[in-house]
Each structure stands twice: as C-alpha cells, then as structure tokens.
C-alpha cells in the first residue's frame, strides 16, 4: 500500500506539473478565466483533465497513509519526491506570487507598498497581477516586504524574481520540516505521522511550493519560534530567542500572532502559576515585540502594514464561513425586495466571536496546565525509540506542551473558520500543529483534502462560479454542525455534574 501511494502521488505531481504548463498560472494567461472558457482554450480539455487526475491521486496517495507513513524518514523522502516536479512548474493554483515581486519592486524603487498600490507605482509586471489586488496595499508584514524585495534585486525580471520567490518559500518549508521532529517528540506523537500529514498535504505541495505563498516562510518561523519554547522553558535568552522567532512570523503574515498566547503557556518552567506565566511568558513577549519594533523601523515602513490587513477580505466567498451566511441572508431579502448588506455585519460578528473563542480556547488550555503535574522537558529520541521495522515509536511527550501546542492548532483553526475569506493555502496553517497533536486527523484531513479542488492550475476559483449553491450549503452546514454540538454537550451534561 505504501510503495503504491509513493508512486501514485508523484504520478500525480508529475500531472499537475503538466498541467501548470498547459494553463497555470503564467505570465501571459488571459485573466478572468472560467471553467468554460478554460475548457475551450486550445489546451483546455488536457490542462482540466490532468489537474482532476492529478489532484484526486495526490490527494488520494496523502489520504490513505493519514494514519502514518512507515517510518520517518519514509515520509521525508516520499515528501520530497512529490515536490521535484512541483519545483519545476509554472506558478499553480493562484496569483498571488505575482502581486509578491509587485509589492517587492515597489519597495525596492524606494516607494512604500503600503501606502501606495502597486498600479499607482508603476510595477512593470502589474498586467500579471490579479486585478482585485492592483489597487490594494499590500497585506503583509515588514519582514516578507523586505524578502520580496531581495527576490527582485536577485531575480532581476519576472521570471528570476518567481524563481527566488520559490526559494525563500522551499527555505521556509525546509525550516519547519526541520523543527517537525522535535516537536513530535515534546508532544509524544510520532514524527512518521506528523511529517507525513504536515509535509505531504496535496495544498502544501501545489501552493507553498508551486505557489511559492509566504506562508511557508511563516509556518517555518512559528514551528521553529514553538521548537525553542519547548526545548527550553524558563530559560530567558531562549525565550527571547523563541519570541523573537514568532514576532518575524507575524511580520511576514499577521496570522501567527494567535499562536504566541499559547506559547507563553509552554514557556512556564515548572507548575503554571500567574507569577511564572508573567515572568516566564514576559521573556516570549518582549522578543516578540522587539522583532516587530526593530523590524518595522529598520524596514522604514512603521506599521503601516496594520492597514494592509484590512483589505484582505475584499473578495466574498462561501468557503468563508461567516461570509456564506452573510450571502444567505442577503439572497433570502432579495427575495422579498430588500438588501440587508449582510455579509459585513456577519463578518464583523465571527471576528468578535473569533475574540471569545481565543480567550476560551487559551483559558482551558491554562485550566488544564495549572490542574496537572508540572511538564518535564521532553526527552530525545534515543535508538530503542525505533522498532527494527523503522517505525518511529512517541517518546514521552510533556503534557504541558501538547495542551500548548493543541491550543495553539485549535486557535489557528478558529482564525481560519472565522476569517472574512478563506483560500486554500490557508488550511496549511494549523496543519502541523494538528498533525502534532490531534488523536483523530479525519476531522482536519477530510476540509484539507477538500480544498486541494478548490482552484484550477490558473488560479481560477471554483467558490466563484459556485457562490449561491455554495453559501446554502456551507450554512447547511453550519447549522447541522452546531446542533450536532449542541446534542453532544446535552448528552454529556449529565455525566459531568456529579463529578463537579
């Protein structure tokens, strides 16, 4: 089973690598595109059926090992062979790499990409980048601006900028492969599962690779942020260290800033008491704050970045979930004459109900720390670790850092949820805490696996074409979910209070 899925997944990367050359996302590809028009372009029928064929045996090969590749390093190897040809073709599933050397090359011809769109200063390569984004600031933090901007002055045309786009990106990946095992062993799973469900995702592959999306270089600064936090609590120069790692996180994509509250909890050195969380999470947070201080000012940007954050949600699609209920609701008042405007009050409350949801999720998460045994730092990996079939056993993990780092993976859950849009490449970011931490993967595996349909080779977003029918059913969804949570806390309400 396991040689056959190696070999059918690289026969799909392989597919959608074909695919990206017949009608990626070039340089030159009409934009706009749909399914029909794809369809009818002169290598429409291939381009469609080697992206179909090669995302269902990627997503196929990566499913049924969901409970484990064979060994570790199995699971490295098999990564890697899968990205090869990813390596090599055209940009895939998105645009946005191109709105990246924009935002790059306005930074570098000394204009702030912040204030200033890159339509407005001139970007040379401006008719490659989406439309939505030409007039928008860019979105990002100082750190991955700079990036960018290195990628233009290496690069020097369109083509080595992408090039060197993908190499920061593949660096970043490398960066959090390196940090997955040591994370395994501090949350007592095996690395052979977590690196196969982290690294081997079919939305890996295609978006942080192919896609060069940043967000390979911020899962890279938070695994490896998260990896000093938990090899040295207490200690105040690593967790400055740690803090400083997680603050250029969030300086390349705000998002990681949802994870920092909980690696505060696995910074505390022995019981968790309110006098160790301020000492030991204080080091965490000023390492965080100088990263986000010096790198602001070096970068002569400020925070004007902030800003940026709030166009983001520009575009309406059902795969957000408060988005699908805002589309609902204003379908149901088109229907009897009216026009609620819904979408921005239900994307204005889910990010009041993401607030409370972190505050909930952090608050049991220390519960459960104060109420068990101090942690004890995890041990290494020692030879007896490993069967002589080569399988990887879990070492004894802390329990302080699986509360911690499972809080952190349900934050970045509820942020992806919760937010006003969601694309595909966000399912990469709780994966690999996930994947570290979580008994059960189908809950998460299955919307991954999902997403990977989500985009043809272009960027085209099937959420488009579907955006009714989407909604509907997205809050069908919704409400079958919340009621089924609804019956589990009745039905295990009673069970609870005689042991109160």
């Known amino acids: 089973m396991a040689r056959f899925a190696r070999y059918a997944g690289l026969v799909g990367a392989i597919l959608l690598t074909v695919a990206g050359y017949l009608g990626g996302a070039l340089p030159d590809a009409p934009l706009g595109?749909?399914?029909?028009?794809?369809?009818?372009?002169p290598h429409g029928p291939a381009t469609l059926t080697c992206w179909l064929i090669g995302t269902a045996l990627l997503v196929g090969a990566w499913w049924s090992l969901r409970a484990g590749a064979p060994s570790s390093r199995w699971a490295y190897v098999t990564a890697g062979l899968w990205a090869l040809p990813l390596l090599v073709a055209p940009p895939l599933g998105s645009r946005d790499v191109y709105s990246y050397a924009c935002q790059g090359w306005t930074y570098a011809h000394g204009v702030d990409p912040y204030a200033v769109p890159v339509a407005a200063a001139g970007c040379p390569w401006l008719e490659t980048v989406a439309p939505i984004w030409r007039d928008t600031p860019a979105p990002y933090g100082p750190v991955f601006v700079l990036l960018a901007a290195f990628a233009v002055g290496v690069g020097g045309g369109l083509t080595g900028t992408i090039v060197a786009l993908?190499?920061?990106?593949?660096?970043?990946?490398?960066?959090?492969?390196?940090?997955?095992?040591?994370?395994?062993?501090?949350?007592?799973?095996?690395?052979?599962?977590?690196?196969?469900?982290?690294?081997?995702?079919?939305?890996v592959g295609v978006h942080l690779v192919a896609g060069a999306h940043n967000d390979a270089v911020?899962?890279?600064?938070?695994?490896?942020?998260?990896?000093?936090?938990?090899?040295?609590?207490?200690?105040p120069a690593a967790l400055l260290l740690a803090g400083v790692l997680l603050g250029l996180a969030v300086?390349?994509?705000?998002?990681?800033?949802?994870?920092?509250?909980?690696?505060?909890?696995?910074?505390?050195?022995?019981?968790?008491?309110?006098?160790?969380?301020l000492r030991d999470g204080g080091w965490l947070a000023g390492g965080l704050l100088a990263a986000l201080l010096v790198t602001s000012a070096l970068s002569g940007l400020g925070f004007g970045w902030v800003g940026g954050l709030t166009r983001s949600g520009d575009s309406e699609q059902w795969t957000s979930p408060p988005t699908a209920v805002g589309l609902v609701v204003d379908y149901?008042?088109?229907?009897?004459?009216?026009?609620?405007?819904?979408?921005?009050?239900?994307?204005?409350?889910?990010?009041?109900?993401?607030?409370?949801?972190?505050l909930v999720l952090w608050w049991r998460a220390w519960r459960e720390l104060r109420a068990g045994p101090p942690g004890a730092p995890p041990r290494e990996l020692r030879a007896d670790d490993r069967d002589p079939s080569g399988v990887d056993r879990p070492a004894a993990g802390s329990a302080r850092c699986r509360a911690a780092?499972?809080?952190?993976?349900?934050?970045?859950?509820?942020?992806?949820?919760?937010?006003?849009?969601?694309?595909?490449?966000y399912a990469t970011w709780?994966?690999?805490?996930?994947?570290?931490?979580?008994?059960?993967?189908?809950?998460?595996?299955?919307?991954?696996?999902?997403?990977a349909f989500l985009v043809l080779p272009d960027g085209t977003n099937l959420a488009r074409f579907t955006k009714a029918p989407g909604a509907l059913a997205m809050t069908v969804l919704l409400l079958f979910l919340l009621l089924r949570v609804r019956e589990r806390v009745r039905r295990n309400g009673p069970e609870r209070r005689p042991r109160s």
């Open 430 to 451: 709780p994966l690999a805490l996930l994947a570290l931490t979580s008994a059960r993967t189908t809950w998460f595996a299955l919307p991954v696996a999902v997403a």
């Open 405 to 425: 780092l499972h809080g952190a993976g349900l934050a970045l859950v509820a942020t992806v949820v919760l937010a006003p849009v969601f694309h595909p490449w």
């Open 251 to 277: 300086t390349v994509k705000a998002t990681a800033v949802v994870v920092a509250p909980f690696a505060a909890l696995a910074a505390v050195h022995g019981r968790h008491t309110v006098r160790a969380l």
């Open 332 to 358: 149901a008042g088109a229907l009897v004459g009216r026009d609620p405007q819904a979408v921005p009050v239900t994307r204005a409350v889910a990010l009041v109900l993401l607030a409370v949801v972190l």
């Open 166 to 203: 993908r190499v920061i990106a593949v660096a970043g990946l490398l960066l959090a492969a390196y940090c997955l095992p040591g994370l395994a062993r501090a949350a007592g799973v095996p690395t052979r599962r977590a690196a196969w469900l982290a690294l081997a995702a079919p939305v």
């Open 33 to 41: 595109a749909t399914p029909a028009s794809i369809w009818r372009a």
């Open 218 to 235: 911020m899962l890279g600064l938070l695994l490896c942020g998260l990896l000093v936090v938990v090899r040295r609590p207490g200690r």
